[in-house]
Nanobody, 126 residues
Framework: QVQLVESGGGLVQDGDSLRLSCAAS?????????VGWFRQAPGKERDFVAA????????YYSDSVKGRFTISRDNAKNTVYLQMNSLKPEDTAVYYC??????????????????WGQGTQVTVSS
């Protein structure tokens, strides 16, 4: 079983950048088919942001972040990153890292993932 710990959140201004990290312990990320990032704003559902598959060459993004965010993984460091550029106030949310050992056929539903971190807050001021 893997434990996921997110870090890198904070308070930034409109147009700034942040890099979130998701560190795994207990089992290496390389044994997980898929790692994703989700976010949840107050009073809203948890939404898909990005996903990366085991090979690292297949990545997927929500339309709202495509072109601004980049997901990557460093298996040697057992870490997945989310580089967020050109941040907007509507990106404000708690960001969660999630992982699944076996690809269930989709990658954008929270139910696709069995392991979750505790989340890190990202606040973008206007």
């Amino acid at each position: 079983q893997v434990q996921l710990v997110e870090s890198g959140g904070g308070l930034v201004q409109d147009g700034d950048s942040l890099r979130l990290s998701c560190a795994a312990s207990g089992r290496t990320f390389s044994t997980y088919d898929m790692v994703g990032w989700f976010r949840q704003a107050p009073g809203k559902e948890r939404d898909f942001v990005a996903a990366i598959f085991r090979s690292g060459t297949s990545t997927y993004y929500s339309d709202s972040v495509k072109g601004r965010f980049t997901i990557s993984r460093d298996n040697a460091k057992n870490t997945v990153y989310l580089q967020m550029n050109s941040l907007k106030p509507e990106d404000t949310a708690v960001y969660y890292c999630a992982a699944t050992r076996y690809y269930p056929g989709t990658y954008f539903r929270p139910d696709d993932y069995g392991y979750w971190g505790q989340g890190t807050q990202v606040t973008v001021s206007s």
